[in-house]
């Protein structure tokens, strides 16, 4: 592979018997990036995670991080890479700091104890350092994971899924930590259905559908693209007038959403909801989401005449 | 530097914190043997002239315990980790085939060198055996246990359950030791038994091993170890192989 990119993945394909897992990927991250990797369940992010980490084998492709080709030159790839698993997972035989230095040593690092000192202090695991790992609650395991995951300082981070069934605390905590080591200079690709948390953190996105990436852009353009400011109305009586109705659509809590481009805007579309009697309920005013560029991809993934 | 080292520490600590199930329970299980088969079994002739029966069994029984728990330590470790799904903390890093490979072996071995000498130890309370060739014992010891160790990397790449394991323990491993000539002499047996004997590499281990003790076996030393070595060879090129091909590891 050429240039260098923080991870590269040209053309792979993959298949578990007769599911079509990955159909063609192609995506470059660039160093320093924190990347989003977003799609429904089953779109294959897990297996092209596990593409990059040599868990899974792709049938034809390659992929690379940070310059090295996954499988011919997989010492240099692996050791360049940091993966949290999407499961918790642990060994029930040893201590938090046992665990830590385990795997510090899998990397052939021996003298790592005032790194592991300062994961264990970063992710609030410092009082749990003695306990066994059998003892832990589910988020406290997931924090060993990211230490785990962390241990070798790798110059690439990928979190599947990092705050699935986590608590607030431990939300805030792992994001403050993982926004220092990208400000340093660590490349994060992210996995999330907290498409909230993607929106705040991720400067690029990529959305997969059905084993192929369907959107690749930075998050302001997709927002841009593909979402808009709406005002959103909730009617107590009466109907939403012709000249609204147009371009509004009903969501399933019963709120309509009438795409807005200014505040005059936002007044205009009032002043009709006045004269045709409606009674409102409910009325805010949303910016761009990307939970709504998500749900406008996947459509027109299936509605291929939508304008974009 | 390789992470070589730091597999090894862990696969002997793993098994070391339950050295109770891991070591000693094997150790009270062949003394157990030993009392038992020494009533059943006292008024037997002498199977080597000036050995007793009961001399006899001790380091037969010393293999029979190596040869399982070598099996029983790399087999339960990566089924565990399998099921578990924490293998994926050895997937993840740098390490190489051979890295997995040895640091698996050796700690198989270590813990079967324990419970040999546990066995051994606490025999000689009840009847002290003569160790007339240590250095072929050991030999004997070394390779026995790591052919069943390799046995043990193979069943636990290949086995997706527990009970897949079990299955290898109960149908392959165990009739194979039973009938390695832990407890009789295979001079002792029908020509046709005595020829099926020499087929089962375990007997081998278990014969080659006497003959550290006694300077007294069925099969001369040197071609029992060539035996068992070549079955180590062959099985450890196996599992190598499958380790660097990643089959049933990464999918």
């Given at each position: 592979?050429s240039?260098?990119?923080?991870?590269?993945?040209?053309?792979?394909?993959?298949?578990?018997?007769?599911?079509?897992?990955?159909?063609?990927?192609?995506?470059?991250?660039?160093?320093?990036?924190?990347?989003?990797?977003?799609?429904?369940?089953?779109?294959?992010?897990?297996?092209l995670?596990?593409?990059?980490?040599?868990?899974?084998q792709?049938?034809?492709?390659?992929?690379?991080?940070?310059?090295?080709?996954?499988?011919?030159?997989?010492?240099?790839?692996?050791?360049?890479?940091?993966?949290?698993?999407?499961?918790?997972?642990?060994?029930?035989?040893?201590?938090?700091?046992?665990?830590?230095?385990?795997?510090?040593?899998?990397?052939?690092?021996?003298?790592?104890?005032?790194?592991?000192?300062?994961?264990?202090?970063?992710?609030?695991?410092?009082?749990?350092?003695?306990?066994?790992?059998?003892?832990?609650?589910?988020?406290?395991?997931?924090?060993?994971?990211?230490?785990?995951?962390?241990?070798?300082?790798?110059?690439v981070?990928?979190?599947?899924?990092?705050?699935?069934?986590?608590?607030?605390?431990?939300?805030?905590?792992l994001?403050?930590?993982?926004?220092?080591?990208?400000?340093?200079?660590?490349?994060?690709?992210?996995?999330?259905?907290?498409?909230?948390?993607?929106?705040?953190?991720?400067?690029?996105?990529?959305?997969?559908?059905?084993?192929?990436?369907?959107?690749?852009?930075?998050?302001?353009r997709?927002?841009?693209?593909?979402?808009?400011?709406?005002?959103?109305?909730?009617?107590?009586?009466?109907?939403?007038?012709?000249?609204?109705?147009?371009?509004?659509?009903?969501?399933?809590?019963?709120?309509?959403?009438?795409?807005?481009?200014?505040?005059?805007?936002?007044?205009?579309?009032?002043?009709?909801?006045?004269?045709?009697?409606?009674?409102?309920?409910?009325?805010?005013?949303?910016?761009?989401?990307?939970?709504?560029?998500?749900?406008r991809?996947?459509?027109?993934?299936?509605?291929?005449?939508?304008?974009? | 530097?390789?992470?070589?080292?730091?597999?090894?520490?862990?696969?002997?600590?793993?098994?070391?914190?339950?050295?109770?199930?891991?070591?000693?329970?094997?150790?009270?299980?062949?003394?157990?043997?030993?009392?038992?088969?020494?009533?059943?079994?006292?008024?037997?002739?002498?199977?080597f002239p000036?050995?007793?029966?009961?001399?006899f069994?001790?380091?037969?029984?010393?293999?029979?315990?190596?040869?399982?728990?070598?099996?029983?330590?790399?087999?339960?470790?990566?089924?565990?980790?399998?099921?578990?799904?924490?293998?994926?903390?050895?997937?993840?890093?740098?390490?190489?085939?051979?890295?997995?490979?040895?640091?698996?072996?050796?700690?198989?071995v270590?813990?079967?060198?324990?419970?040999?000498?546990?066995?051994?130890?606490?025999?000689?309370?009840?009847?002290?055996?003569?160790?007339?060739?240590?250095?072929?014992?050991?030999?004997?010891?070394?390779?026995?246990?790591?052919?069943?160790?390799?046995?043990?990397i193979?069943?636990?790449?290949?086995?997706?359950?527990?009970?897949?394991?079990?299955?290898?323990?109960?149908?392959?491993?165990?009739?194979?030791?039973?009938?390695?000539?832990?407890?009789?002499?295979?001079?002792?047996?029908?020509?046709?038994?005595?020829?099926?004997?020499?087929?089962?590499?375990?007997?081998y281990?278990?014969?080659?091993f006497?003959?550290?003790f006694?300077?007294?076996?069925?099969?001369?030393?040197?071609?029992?170890?060539?035996?068992?070595?070549?079955?180590?060879?062959?099985?450890?090129?196996l599992?190598?192989?499958?380790?660097?091909?990643?089959?049933?590891?990464?999918?």
């Amino acid at each position: 592979m050429s240039a260098r990119h923080a991870v590269e993945v040209r053309d792979v394909h993959k298949r578990f018997g007769a599911v079509r897992a990955l159909a063609g990927v192609s995506l470059a991250v660039e160093e320093g990036e924190f990347f989003g990797l977003l799609g429904p369940n089953g779109a294959g992010k897990t297996t092209l995670i596990s593409a990059l980490a040599g868990l899974a084998q792709p049938d034809s492709g390659c992929l690379a991080v940070m310059g090295h080709d996954v499988a011919r030159d997989f010492r240099a790839a692996r050791r360049a890479l940091g993966i949290v698993p999407q499961e918790i997972v642990f060994d029930p035989f040893f201590t938090v700091r046992e665990t830590l230095e385990f795997q510090s040593g899998y990397f052939g690092l021996r003298s790592n104890g005032a790194w592991i000192d300062e994961l264990l202090e970063r992710l609030a695991l410092a009082p749990k350092a003695r306990a066994n790992m059998r003892s832990l609650s589910g988020g406290m395991k997931r924090r060993v994971m990211v230490a785990q995951a962390l241990v070798h300082r790798p110059a690439v981070i990928v979190l599947d899924e990092p705050t699935a069934g986590v608590d607030v605390e431990l939300r805030q905590t792992l994001w403050s930590f993982i926004r220092d080591l990208n400000a340093a200079g660590h490349t994060v690709v992210l996995t999330t259905h907290y498409l909230e948390e993607a929106q705040q953190l991720c400067s690029r996105i990529a959305m997969m559908k059905d084993g192929r990436i369907v959107a690749l852009d930075s998050t302001a353009r997709l927002l841009a693209a593909f979402s808009e400011r709406v005002l959103r109305v909730k009617l107590a009586g009466g109907t939403l007038p012709e000249s609204l109705a147009g371009g509004a659509r009903l969501d399933a809590a019963g709120w309509w959403r009438i795409p807005i481009a200014d505040m005059a805007h936002v007044e205009r579309s009032l002043a009709r909801l006045r004269e045709s009697g409606a009674v409102l309920e409910g009325l805010e005013v949303a910016e761009p989401e990307l939970e709504q560029v998500f749900v406008r991809i996947m459509h027109r993934e299936q509605d291929v005449a939508f304008p974009p | 530097m390789s992470g070589f080292p730091t597999l090894l520490r862990k696969e002997v600590l793993r098994f070391w914190r339950v050295g109770v199930q891991t070591v000693a329970a094997p150790v009270a299980s062949a003394l157990l043997y030993l009392v038992v088969f020494a009533h059943a079994l006292s008024g037997r002739l002498e199977p080597f002239p000036g050995v007793t029966y009961l001399q006899f069994l001790v380091p037969g029984l010393a293999m029979m315990a190596m040869l399982q728990n070598a099996f029983a330590n790399s087999s339960s470790s990566l089924i565990q980790s399998k099921v578990t799904g924490n293998i994926v903390f050895i997937l993840l890093p740098p390490l190489s085939a051979s890295d997995v490979f040895l640091a698996y072996l050796l700690a198989a071995v270590v813990r079967a060198v324990a419970v040999g000498l546990g066995v051994f130890v606490a025999t000689l309370w009840i009847v002290p055996v003569p160790v007339l060739h240590p250095l072929w014992a050991l030999a004997f010891a070394l390779v026995g246990s790591g052919l069943l160790g390799v046995l043990g990397i193979l069943a636990g790449i290949w086995a997706e359950k527990f009970d897949q394991i079990a299955a290898f323990q109960n149908f392959l491993v165990m009739p194979l030791t039973f009938l390695a000539g832990v407890f009789y002499s295979v001079h002792t047996l029908p020509p046709a038994w005595q020829a099926i004997s020499r087929l089962n590499p375990f007997f081998y281990a278990v014969d080659g091993f006497r003959y550290g003790f006694f300077g007294r076996s069925d099969v001369g030393p040197g071609t029992s170890l060539a035996f068992a070595s070549a079955a180590l060879a062959a099985l450890s090129w196996l599992a190598l192989h499958l380790l660097a091909r990643g089959w049933k590891l990464r999918h």
